[in-house]
């Protein structure tokens, strides 16, 4: 009976995700703008252009967000800290605003789109396409201003590096510094700001957070909200292989190779690099319409498992060399939510990442919920995010827990 309710469920989930990828974003060639220029300026953060752009609440185009958009191309720094160019998005509220309302800066960080250039989240807000619409769109009707980054080689020629720590921190931070260098009256040069993210767009937010201090001290960053960490690859593999959500394991491969410029042919199969090649042109509801509940094991030219090929070199010190709290803290106040019942990322990779934090002195707030679904616990966890940003553009305390609290949360079962 268990096996049968195993094969129906996979069968149910394998129509959904057919359903959602049924309508496939087309690979749009890029426009002038995401061209970047012969040479980047070396100061992280400058302006390079902007452009007037449209941000659309539904995919036909009817609802139009009340908010000033500009597309933006702004300098960063890759993993080596060498020069790159940046695209995003910069929003504005348009509605008039109450006498109470914060008038900061947030850098939101979005969740997995896919690595083909299409994906771009400043290319899925124009189309009415971004999944993260309504969280953005809360921001708004709070009177926040937000700027959207697209994350390095989303959008823009190259491989997207997707969950590489260090560049997604240095992206969301110079994104901050861009926005604020913007002639925009609602958005003061040196006024405050703070960092949100869920998921990947989590993980991008907490490495923006550790990095703060050292990388853009300037900013005067208030706060960040990071939901959903994937703080430790090493669970997520362990937890997604084969499941409805493999494909973001192979952006991840797909994505920290080509970062630090490891060869897969040798340790794919056919099928395996046939995968890792189309990867590289979708998004996500595509990838995850066609990979789903693909064994990696059926994909290396030995057999092996992601997890094993991950836990031995050259991956083993990728992996590590990824792992948010390695002995890095945020130096501001920042708070973690995860919902127990998670099944994309592991409920332990946010309840250790909080408490390794906080054993390092940070003052962080660990959030739990009980939505069930990776999907359903982003939108269970808006409530505590838009009360903790309201807090800290306000000078309110964030009251924190301790790491013994937090070890005292610790799951049995770590793959949960």
Known sequence: ?????????????????????????????????????????????????????????????????????????????????????????VLSPTRPRSKRADRGLVAFAVGTQGMGDQCAPSRQLAAGREY????????????????????????????????SREVQGHVVLDALRAAQDLDNPDIPRDGPAAIAGYSQGGAAAASAAELWHDYA????????VCGAVPADLRL??????????????????????????????PLLNDRGNEIAAQLESQCMFESLRRYAFTRSETLTRDGRTLEHVLAQEPFARIVEEQELGNGRAPRMDTLVSHSKLDDVVPYECGRALAERWAALGAHVRFSTNYAPTHAAAAVASYGSAFTFLHRRFRGLPTQANTAAYLHGLKDDDPAR
């Open 1 to 89: 009976m268990s096996e049968l309710r195993g094969t129906a469920v996979n069968a149910a989930v394998r129509y959904a995700l057919g359903a959602v990828g049924a309508r496939q974003l087309r690979t749009v060639p890029r426009t002038a703008f995401y061209d970047p220029p012969a040479e980047v300026p070396a100061r992280p953060g400058t302006l390079i252009r902007s452009q007037e752009a449209k941000f659309y609440l539904d995919p036909w185009r009817l609802l139009r967000a009340p908010a000033r958009a500009e597309r933006v191309m702004y300098s960063s720094t890759d993993r080596l800290g060498r020069p790159i160019a940046v695209t995003g998005t």
């Open 132 to 163: 993260e619409s309504v969280f953005i769109a809360g921001l708004l009707a709070r009177g926040f201003n937000v700027v959207v980054p697209d994350y390095q080689g989303l959008g823009m020629a190259g491989t997207h590096t997707y969950m």
């Open 217 to 224: 001290p300037e900013v005067q960053v208030l706060g960040a």
């Open 236 to 265: 997520l593999a362990a937890a997604i292989d084969g499941s409805p959500y493999f494909a973001f394991l192979g952006y991840a491969l797909v994505g920290l190779s080509a970062d630090y410029r490891v060869d897969l042919f």
